[in-house]
């Protein structure tokens, strides 16, 4: 199965209060990751232009008619011709094993849920036929169509970080990476 991996690295990490691009192996560790389980590609979606030379590989900088990462990856998606799965940059107890069952899983497409059974968007699998809604607004809407794929099993891996406070809360789980 081919698809492209699209990690969302273009946030402010406002509420983190350094940047999680760069944590816990950053952007780096998850493309790895993406090519291991098959990826033919890989593009980092870094935000502002300011931030393309922050990675290597392909960088692709948010356009300015943008507003809003619902917008940029709708945009991104237009841009390519092949499944994409999205990664975000704060997924950091993600793991080779759960990520490649997910992609398994969800090769007609779908949203995994999170150890607390919430769907979570920015993991979604999205195949080249699904047409993105383009009243979307929100991360949420445009994905709402996809099917939910039960990934519990994995408990925290399809998590993602926003505050320090969770760094103290799961620390012996990201005390492993």
């Not at 979606?45 to 960088?59: D, Y």
């Not at 999205?126 to 039960?150: G, Q, Y």
């Amino acid at each position: 199965m081919s698809f492209i991996g699209l990690l969302l690295a273009g946030g402010k990490s406002l509420r983190m209060g350094q940047d999680k691009s760069l944590m816990f192996g950053g952007v780096a560790r998850k493309k790895e990751l993406l090519f291991r389980i098959g990826a033919c590609r890989v593009i980092v979606l870094c935000g502002e232009a300011a931030r393309i030379n922050m990675f290597e590989g392909e960088v692709w900088p948010d356009p300015e008619h943008c507003n809003g990462i619902h917008e940029v990856v709708e945009w991104a998606i237009g841009e390519l011709d092949d499944d994409v799965l999205l990664v975000p940059c704060d997924a950091f107890l993600l793991e080779e094993k759960a990520c490649s069952a997910f992609v398994e899983l969800a090769k007609n497409g779908g949203v995994p849920v999170d150890g607390d059974g919430r769907r979570q968007p920015l993991f979604s699998y999205i195949p080249r036929t699904f047409d993105v809604p383009k009243t979307a607004s929100s991360m949420r809407e445009i994905v709402k169509l996809l099917p939910t794929i039960n990934t519990q099993k994995y408990g925290l891996i399809f998590t993602n970080f926003n505050r320090s406070e969770q760094l103290k809360e799961y620390r012996d789980e990201l005390s492993r990476l």
